[in-house]
């Protein structure tokens, strides 16, 4: 990415950049999570989210500092917005292949779910 720091995001951005991230956690049929919104400083990316598993709840944080290679616009905000729902839609993939109490099943469950609203999202 960019030089971060060449542009900021506003109180505003931020309210639209929640309001994006909130249609696409309905959109994937991901409102159980727990989402804590946070702006703040973050070093190298436009946005992050730190995920807990087993409670749910996620830290949703979008950079007030925006790097000098994507526009700051509502399309990049919007695109910023959904990036981060897509890591929460494979969370459960990614947690269950780390621990190693793993059982086929359980991996096969999560795998079958992001395929459900893959289903869902993906025209015919």
Do not use: C
């Not at 950049?17 to 804590?36: C, M, N, P, S, V």
């Not at 000098?68 to 616009?73: E, H, M, S, V, W």
């Amino acid at each position: 990415m960019g030089v971060f720091g060449a542009m900021k995001t506003t109180p505003e951005q931020f309210a639209e950049f929640k309001q994006y991230h909130a249609e696409y956690l309905t959109r994937y049929g991901l409102r159980q999570w727990g989402i804590d919104y946070h702006h703040g400083p973050l070093a190298h990316s436009y946005a992050e989210t730190e995920m807990q598993f087993k409670t749910k709840v996620a830290h949703v944080t979008l950079g007030v500092n925006w790097g000098n290679d994507a526009p700051l616009d509502s399309a990049q905000l919007r695109k910023t917005a959904k990036h981060e729902v897509n890591h929460l839609l494979l969370h459960a993939l990614y947690w269950h292949a780390i621990n190693r109490f793993i059982s086929e099943d359980t991996l096969d469950e999560a795998e079958e779910a992001v395929v459900r609203t893959l289903d869902q999202l993906i025209p015919d």
